[in-house]
């Protein structure tokens, strides 16, 4: 069983909140989402494992079950272009559940139209595989979001 945590610290609003029809209606996968405090921090790894894709905006962790986490920070923020994104690890790196893996500043997210909210999705993964999974509510970074079994 996979414990999946909170990435940033905010109020958790479930996929369906997400702004994004892919995102909201789960065809990326099952998971939850979070409105993140405003202002820099970091984003961490959901769980332990490996970074198996890394992007400014986005990445994907695979822990020892083989089961692959999608952290996407923002909607639309793959047009940002890294622009207010900070690398923190790279593709490749084994990481702790905990682990930064990218600065950005939620606020300046906001301020240039998008939102920040952040979609935390399991991949390949049936709606019946996770239990527990956190739909509302505030939440701290590293609090655990869903359980994966």
């Not at 995102?23 to 198996?52: C, H, L, N, S």
């Not at 890394?54 to 952290?71: F, I």
């Not at 790279?90 to 682990?99: I, K, L, N, P, Y």
């Not at 301020?111 to 019946?128: E, H």
């Amino acid at each position: 069983m996979t414990r999946v945590l909170s990435p940033v610290t905010g109020r958790v609003v479930g996929l369906a909140g997400v702004p994004d029809p892919v995102f909201a209606q789960a065809m990326v996968g099952p998971g939850t989402a979070v409105d993140p405090e405003r202002g820099p921090g970091q984003a961490i790894a959901p769980v332990t494992g490996k970074i198996v894709k890394l992007h400014p905006h986005a990445y994907v962790v695979v822990d020892a079950e083989g089961h692959g986490v999608l952290v996407h920070l923002g909607i639309d923020t793959v047009k940002l272009k890294g622009e207010g994104f900070e690398l923190l690890a790279a593709e490749g790196d084994e990481v702790t559940a905990g682990q930064p893996v990218i600065g950005w500043n939620p606020a300046v997210i906001e301020a240039g139209g998008r939102s920040p909210i952040c979609a935390v999705v399991a991949l390949d993964a049936g709606a019946d595989a996770l239990s527990d999974v956190t739909e509302s509510g505030e939440v701290t970074k590293g609090a655990e979001l869903f359980t994966w079994s």
